[in-house]
């Protein structure tokens, strides 16, 4: 039986209690979440540890393995799922509820991690609101527990002399595929196991008495405060994004394994530090205090309206450690320390029960609609509008493409001819296309769409949040060049996410300068001027208001409530977050061969932009229009479309230059 250890309970400490302040908004860590790879590390290290004695001694035994993994796991999180599922069945709207049915039945055969990743994706409903999003870890360690014990029985069988050589090559394989896939798919990275493996294989490679035992105090000590200082600076500055886990994760999982290591070594002051009563305290809550504290976030999140929880934070963080060393008290211990359930066969037999009695009321919600028949039909059809259609979807992030076919091209049919107009855009242009192709279908003209979420319609510029933008542009640049028949170019953007200093993306140019006001205007400039050498009309689109954030959610919740509307975006706020954009625009040459329509006209007056019609909202989220939105937007599109094609020389018989207003 390996030694009690408790530096390890007080680096648990820090690994949960990183997590959970950073989701209650509490202190400075932009990193907490990097707890989560500490966890990692530990769990590697210890069960890596167990493991490789008890199959040494010829004595390992999956039965005994699982009962151990039963104990230590069941209790507490069946405790949470159902006290989950019971608030979800009167907090949640039909569709989130839904979500927690089908998360919760991923979450009892520990696949949560796969469910999230397939729900992951840029169109997908925020998954903040998941009550069991924080599951998908203890999926990733769940599959860990199950590869392990197979790899470590194989190498003894037929490599025992190579074990050290093959865990490490996993590990290193695992970090390399990571790297690989992070820019490309940067949501399996982050949810799926075999890009999670290096990091418990950097506890595994500890474990296995790979990295020699430092006997000088003074390596210790180094070692220690080393680790310790790459945890901080981890937990406070590293930011979260596309760009991680990739390399950077290596940070906290280095310095996780440099205080395992230290403290396997022998006595240091850090791990004195670690000892300390309160930190190991908080250690050996540390698992109920991860399981209870998303839940209560999102619960605490719908009662309170989706605003800001303010003072709330600490009564959630005060309840959560409450609850957790119930938890602890009353559920884990009893069920660790075998006084309950004391035979293997009862054991599991009780466990496969509760697994399946939570998985099919949870897959009852799941294909049952999430029970709308609580709320009525105004509620109900809000809510159905947090997941609607999304025309065109498959075209994002293609152009022409023999396998698409014509699925690229809007407009009218084949009998109009190639493609005349080309739609260049991020996700609004494809929120926008609806429209789009409503008018050239009304002209005879056929359009061919361009967009990639996340990347602006502007030449030789990088958004490191999608590496695909620069070459996505290229390849329009190369398209224009090719052919020629494209004569009128829509630019769709949401554009002050790339020209406002607090835009959502930073983007760069070719020659390296960073900062959106400082890059923007040039790239706009410079992306015009080609258009305008290219004997090409540029209509541009400015960006839409918006709304607030989850605006159907939102919408429905006050519905439910009685409280009328939620308040519209401010005038002001939107024309601050638009300035730069205009400054950019105001400054082009007049020369060059642009229309320019600005929707905000039509949905903003002096105080706020509205967002709905008819009591529905216009937009699908905080800034994407909805069909019903492109729709709504399409006539006051018209006037300057009929410009635009006039300009262009694409007038069709239907119009003519003089039938413009």
């Known amino acids: 039986m390996i030694s009690y250890r408790a530096d390890i309970d007080g680096l648990r400490a820090i690994a949960v209690l990183a997590v959970v302040l950073y989701h209650l908004g509490l202190?400075?860590?932009?990193?907490?979440?990097?707890?989560?790879?500490?966890?990692?590390v530990i769990s590697g290290f210890l069960i890596t540890g167990i493991i490789q004695r008890e199959v040494g001694e010829g004595r390992f035994g999956y039965s005994d393995f699982y009962q151990r993994r039963i104990r230590r796991l069941f209790p507490a999180l069946f405790l949470v799922l159902a006290a989950t599922l019971l608030a979800g069945l009167f907090l949640l709207l039909p569709s989130d509820l839904v979500t927690l049915g089908r998360t919760t039945a991923a979450t009892v055969f520990y696949g949560s991690n796969i469910d999230l990743w397939r729900h992951s994706g840029y169109f997908d409903g925020n998954a903040e609101l998941n009550p069991l999003l924080h599951t998908w870890s203890l999926a990733v360690e769940e599959q860990f527990y199950i590869?392990?014990?197979?790899?470590?029985?194989?190498?003894?069988r037929y490599a025992r002399r190579r074990l050290g050589a093959i865990v490490v090559a996993v590990g290193l394989v695992s970090y390399a595929l990571a790297i690989f896939a992070q820019s490309r798919r940067p949501s399996a990275v982050f949810f799926l196991a075999p890009f999670r493996a290096w990091e418990l294989m950097a506890g595994a490679v500890l474990a296995l008495g790979l990295v020699p035992i430092l006997r000088q105090r003074w390596l210790r000590e180094l070692l220690s405060v080393a680790g310790l200082g790459l945890l901080a600076y981890a937990i406070l500055w590293i930011?979260?994004?596309?760009?991680?886990?990739?390399?950077i994760a290596a940070l906290p999982v280095l310095g996780s394994a440099a205080l395992l290591h230290a403290g396997t070594s022998?006595?240091?002051?850090?791990?004195?530090?670690?000892?300390?009563?309160?930190?190991?305290?908080?250690?050996?809550?540390?698992?109920?205090?991860?399981?209870?504290?998303?839940?209560?976030?999102?619960?605490?999140?719908?009662?309170?309206?989706?605003?800001?929880?303010?003072?709330?934070?600490?009564?959630i963080l005060a309840l959560a450690v409450g609850l957790s060393a119930l938890s602890l008290r009353f559920v884990e211990t009893p069920f660790r320390k075998r006084r309950l359930l004391r035979e293997p066969r009862p054991l599991f037999r009780n466990a496969a029960i509760a697994t399946a009695a939570t998985a099919g009321i949870a897959l009852v919600l799941a294909f049952g609609g999430g029970w709308r028949d609580r709320f009525g039909p105004e509620i109900v059809a809000l809510d159905r509008e947090r997941t609607p259609e999304i025309p065109f979807?498959?075209?994002?992030?293609?152009?022409?493409?023999p396998v698409l076919g014509e699925s690229c091209v809007v407009g009218a049919g084949n009998e109009a001819g190639p493609p005349s107009v080309l739609i260049w855009g991020d996700s609004h242009a494809l929120a926008w296309l609806p429209a789009f192709d409503a008018l050239l279908r009304e002209q005879g003209l056929r359009g061919l769409f361009a967009g990639q979420s996340a990347c602006a319609p502007l030449l030789d510029v990088r958004n490191p949040s999608n590496p695909l933008c620069a070459g996505h542009n290229d390849q329009v640049r190369q398209l224009l060049l090719d052919d020629a028949r494209l004569r009128l170019v829509v630019m769709v953007a949401s554009w002050p996410s790339y020209s406002w200093e607090g835009g959502k993306y930073r983007i760069e140019d070719a020659e390296g300068r960073k900062g959106n006001p400082v890059v923007f205007p040039d790239a706009l400039r410079r992306t015009?001027?080609?258009?305008?050498?290219?004997?090409?009309?540029?209509?541009?689109?400015?960006?839409?208001?918006?709304?607030?954030?989850?605006?159907?959610?939102?919408?429905?919740?006050?519905?439910?409530?009685?409280?009328?509307?939620?308040?519209?975006?401010?005038?002001?706020?939107?024309?601050?977050?638009?300035?730069?954009?205009?400054?950019?625009?105001?400054?082009l040459p007049e020369r060059l061969p642009l229309v320019f329509t600005d929707p905000s006209a039509w949905l903003c007056d002096a105080a706020t932009c509205r967002y709905e019609t008819a009591g529905l909202p216009l937009y699908r989220d905080r800034g994407h229009l909805n069909v019903r939105g492109a729709a709504y937007l399409r006539p006051f599109l018209e006037p300057a479309f009929l410009e635009a094609i006039t300009r262009a020389g694409l007038a069709s018989p239907l119009t003519s230059a003089a039938d413009l207003p």
């Open 27 to 40: 202190g400075p860590l932009r990193g907490g979440f990097v707890g989560v790879d500490i966890f990692f």
């Open 147 to 156: 590869g392990l014990p197979i790899l470590l029985l194989l190498v003894h």
């Open 239 to 247: 930011e979260p994004g596309p760009e991680f886990p990739g390399w």
């Open 266 to 315: 022998g006595d240091t002051l850090v791990g004195r530090a670690l000892s300390w009563r309160p930190m190991v305290y908080v250690g050996l809550i540390s698992y109920s205090l991860y399981l209870w504290h998303w839940p209560l976030i999102v619960y605490a999140k719908y009662l309170n309206g989706l605003q800001p929880l303010g003072a709330w934070r600490w009564a």
């Open 393 to 401: 979807l498959a075209c994002m992030g293609r152009l022409a493409d």
């Open 528 to 587: 015009l001027r080609f258009l305008e050498a290219e004997n090409r009309v540029a209509w541009l689109i400015g960006p839409t208001p918006g709304a607030p954030s989850e605006l159907p959610l939102r919408m429905a919740m006050a519905r439910r409530a009685g409280d009328g509307q939620p308040a519209p975006i401010p005038t002001v706020r939107f024309e601050k977050r638009r300035q730069t954009f205009a400054q950019a625009l105001a400054a």
